[in-house]
């Protein structure tokens, strides 16, 4: 667990540099030449010049072992050519130097300073000339922080080959100053050099990682109280107690147990993400097809749970499980028996770990999954180990009945209440409006009503007992879902909800807003300085997301709030750009940066490329101040809920711009 914690750690730092690198990261320059040694021979060589304080890694990686994180080696490639052959490999003009690299805590072979690599190659089968196109492909880091893997281009020609053409990059006459940067003193897309407000959060500082775990523990222990679940408990502590011929034994088995459960949800949550890959989780969180598939799951889960079928895995998968545990001894018995938990299990733990899975896929990491499984084993493991601790508890364990099927029915709730947001997502992002935020609330309003009829006896299911009487614990459960509904009301007209902001979508999307004014706001950045540019405003930029949990509650939070919607109603022009914008652009273009051609496709595409070509960061929520000349007004701000702080960054820009005027 320590090696998991501390690969875990470094995994986030590594995550971090990457996202909060201040300029483009150029901190390698490279030359290439070809060598001629005869007419039909010759040498490739790269020249790198790395910045001081950076390094490079080496053409190889010794074995580091399963759970190091390995870094982008350096790599040249030569596209194949026909009567080209290379000769031997890459060979550099000094050994890479094994050193501790400390953003990774692993020793590694890196080069610093200068360093050349060349490539022997000859013509064949009567060839003349030929030219020679690739890519080097490398990762420059300091002690504290690394460039994400970079390429960068060459060609060159040897012999009598006739001059290639360059590729063709579409541009558009909007596109200009996206594409080629030019210069201009209104050049509004022009790179800038800002700072982030050093009294911000950081995006360290609002790591979600805990509150996954937490999330995944909570879920953990609720599974606990399902139908599935909660009858295995006695069977299969008795399994332990009667393995053991001693309380020591009967609380080793227990505990290995526990640990079995732990790992085999954690492999699980790991291999759902191997078979995605890392590098597609945010896919999950923003794709129209991800989102409205769970979306569909957990309607179905919550009618399974309101009683009209159920979902079961095959009744001979646990029985043959069962039965191995039966049949082997030790530390294997035990593993099986875990396995027939998870399995059993499965129709009602199924729901919270989709759940579950999908909000840690959010994080664009496979930690994310990792950590959310591991917290809901652990949750769901537990309590076996308390048992084995203390068997007296299982006597005082109530036993299955209706309760159960109570606890069933309000999961059922749960699950179409969260299965509203995945909707949500899919709906924001694709522009089909159809689940804007008067009908979401209205959705919501409605279900927490039903929750607190059922949870008094007045709404019944098929299979539910008729209640003689409510509980105390019951009572209080339903006030509190008809207080929530209420709450919920004043959101019809435009109140701002703060508690639910990071859940329901944005106010933007409400038709009928009785609440305060409005922000002069945006979502085209050209559109936005221009109108700027014509009113003699300041702008505000707002780098967003549909699925950016955090901006929605920094919406509800600050934007919402009296002090500061004064201002930026008075003194600003807000323009807010959401990098998972799905609509189409009307002419797709390509952009040349980090040594390589991107697409740009969608809206989002754009925006993303903005706030990674002029600011040189690519997370949200990303906030600026600007003159309408594209230059900044102050230090950049990233999540923090801080009120006063926020308003008094808005004062310094005002104060800066007028200063400028």
Known sequence: MRQFIRHAALLCALIISF????????????????????????????????????????????????DAIAPQLTTFTIDPVAGLELVGEVEPSVPAEVKFDQSLKLNLPMWEGKVTFVQRFRLVDGVKGVDIRGNVEYMACTDKSCTPPTREPFSLRFGDAVPASAPEVPVTETDIPATTGQQQESDIWAPVEISADSSAATPSEGSPWWAIFGFGFLGGLLALLTPCVWPMIPMTMSFFLKKGKSRR????????YGLSIIVIYLVLGIALTLIFGASKLNDIATSAGFNVLFFVLLVVFAISFFGAFNIELPSKWSNAIDSKAEKTTGLLSIFFMAFTLVLVSFSCTGPIIGTLLVEAASQESVLGPALGMGGFALGLALPFGLFAFFPSLLKEMPRSGSWLNTVKVVLGFIELILSLKFLSVADLAYGWRILDREVFLALWIVLFALLGLYLLGKLRFSHDSPVEHTSVFRFFLAVASFSFAVYLLPGLWGAPLKSISAFAPPLTTQDFNLYGGTFKEFHDYDEGMAYAKQNDLPVIVDFSGYACVNCRKMEGAVFDTRDVRTVMERDYVLIKLMVDDKHKLDAPYKVEEYGGFTDIETVGDRWSYLQRHKFGINSQPYYVLLDNDGKPLAPARAYDENVDAFVEWLNTGIQKYKETK
């Open 19 to 66: 996202a909060s690198v201040a300029q483009r990261p150029v901190h390698v320059k490279w030359t290439a030449e070809v060598e001629p040694s005869s007419a039909t021979e010759g040498l490739v060589r790269w020249a790198a010049d790395i910045e001081q304080g950076w390094h490079i890694y080496g053409l190889t990686m010794p074995d580091l072992g399963p």
């Open 249 to 256: 034994r009967a609380i080793f088995d227990a505990v290995a």
